[in-house]
């Protein structure tokens, strides 16, 4: 049993849980960006968690079947269409062998996740399916024509994740937030800050009001990791997202907790991000 890539749209790529426990040979975990949908779209589907899916920035994504199977479509509100159908988000539909699939272009979201019931049986690297774009590890990204083979079914039951809430995103303080001013962190977590275009799924590069060091002279790297905001020179932040580097040289004032990670996964270049002290 196959998929065919009809077409990409702007970004598609494989992803599953990741491949953590290589930081040693400069390798991150990499993985889904939005863990939370990327779990959802795979329990819909009965497939067991950590299975690869598509992840799919900002629709544009059609595909095929060679033969009938389940599908689910989760993390924005892109449309999907099957056969000239709408069907619901959020939910599991049967797939007629030959018929088109479509993810449309979302209003509101970043990232889509279309799940197969089987999953995409591609070589692993390291452990995992995920395409890693800092490494340069994994499969490479899908094209038109591709094929890709989905694995033998393993139906499980598991709990489909809530939706995440709106609001702030939470952070836990430091671990070097003593690296800055009062003032600082008291603007980190009262300001308002806006998603640059130079955002990708490396980190969230923001704008807003600086955020000034309290010491001089240079930080020794140390290990980062997923949502955690770091703060150059300059004062802006930037806040680490799935493939994300493996040592970072700046102070890091703050990590977003794992359900915050997951919904700055879906900020837009021009979004607004606010952050709230745990």
């Avoid at 040979?25 to 795979?42: H, I, T, Y």
Wanted: proline share 11%; charged share 15%; net charge neutral.
């Amino acid at each position: 049993m196959s998929l065919r890539i009809l077409r990409t749209g702007p970004l598609v790529v494989l992803k599953d849980a990741g491949r953590p426990g290589h930081a040693h040979q400069g390798v991150p975990p990499s993985g889904a960006v939005d863990r939370g949908a990327f779990a959802r779209a795979n329990a819909l589907v009965g497939n067991p968690p950590g299975t690869a899916v598509l992840e799919c920035t900002l629709g544009g994504l059609r595909v095929s079947f060679d033969e009938p199977t389940t599908i689910a479509l989760t993390g924005t509100d892109a449309a999907l269409i099957v056969g000239g159908t709408p069907i619901a988000l959020e939910t599991a539909t049967e797939v007629h062998a030959g018929a088109t699939v479509t993810v449309s272009m979302p209003k509101r979201g970043l990232r889509s996740y279309l799940a197969v019931r089987g999953g995409f049986g591609v070589p692993e690297v390291l452990g995992s399916r995920s395409t890693d774009r800092i490494a340069g590890i994994g499969p490479a990204k899908p094209a038109a024509g591709d094929v890709l083979p989905i694995g033998p079914l393993e139906a499980v039951t598991s709990p489909v994740p809530a939706l995440p809430a709106d609001g702030p995103l939470e952070v836990d303080l430091g671990p070097r937030d003593d690296w800055f001013t009062a003032a600082a962190v008291k603007t980190f977590l009262s300001a308002a800050f806006t998603v640059t275009p130079a955002s990708d799924s490396v980190g969230l590069r923001l704008d807003g009001p600086a955020l000034p060091w309290a010491r001089t002279g240079e930080l020794p790297s140390e290990g980062v990791v997923r949502g955690a905001v770091q703060v150059p020179p300059d004062g802006k932040p930037i806040v680490f997202q799935a493939d994300h580097p493996v040592t970072g040289g700046y102070p890091v004032i703050a990590v977003l907790t794992p359900e915050a990670a997951d919904r700055a996964a879906q900020a837009r270049p021009g979004a607004t991000l606010r952050f709230v002290a745990g």
